[in-house]
């Protein structure tokens, strides 16, 4: 935790950022460090909070240089790969568990005709899940509705931003995604946010 706030910190400070002409290097290094590699390695408490300091990171006016905002198209395509990264990581193991939960059922109902086809006599002994354990080793994914909608506005913000290459790179990911999900990515986000 103390290692993740320190990089969130030299991302997000002032002073660091001001100093240092090629500050974006360092910042596009440390977001594909926490959206990549310390992401996919941390526990549970950690990838939350790598996730909820993200706003800090891409929305933050502190480590803006100038109007338009943080200066390097270097770190959005670096944050646009992580983020879709990680809505697609979101996205196959919804899939993954709609599928394993299908199957269950399956099996659930064919134990019961073939107990209607003995003639009622057997027992159903199939036990229920297990209640999902809220202890740090918990899967990250599919991530909480909220933050796939966060990062889902964080595409969005990119769609719009100042410098072509990231809106480029930006309208590139979502079609990207649309594309090997086969549906509209806004339309899944709200609805995977409603239920």
């Known amino acids: 935790m103390a290692i993740i706030k320190q990089l969130i910190f030299w991302a997000t400070d002032q002073e660091i950022n001001k100093e240092n002409v090629d500050s974006y290097q360092t910042r596009s290094a440390i977001v594909a460090?926490?959206?990549?590699v310390i992401f996919h390695n941390s526990l549970y408490e950690e990838s939350e909070l790598i996730l909820n300091s993200l706003e800090a990171i891409v929305f933050s006016r502190v480590t803006y240089l100038g109007q338009r905002g943080e200066p390097s198209p270097v770190v959005h395509n670096v944050i646009l790969s992580g983020v879709s990264?990680?809505?697609?990581?979101?996205?196959?193991?919804?899939?993954?568990?709609?599928d394993q939960r299908v199957d269950k059922l399956t099996v659930i109902q064919l134990i019961?005709?073939?107990n209607q086809a003995k003639g009622g006599i057997g027992s159903l002994a199939f036990s229920a899940e297990m209640a999902s354990r809220r202890d740090e080793y918990r899967?990250?994914?599919p991530l909480s509705s909220r933050h796939a909608?966060?990062?889902y506005g964080i595409l969005e913000h990119y769609t719009f931003s100042a410098w072509p290459d990231s809106r480029e790179k930006a309208i590139s990911v979502v079609n990207n995604l649309e594309s090997q999900l086969?549906?509209?990515l806004k339309s899944l986000i709200i609805k995977t946010k409603d239920e």
């Open 33 to 36: 460090a926490l959206l990549n």
């Open 85 to 98: 990264q990680l809505l697609i990581r979101h996205f196959s193991e919804i899939m993954r568990l709609r």
């Open 112 to 114: 019961r005709e073939l």
């Open 139 to 141: 899967h990250k994914f």
């Open 149 to 151: 909608f966060f990062l």
């Open 182 to 184: 086969k549906t509209d």
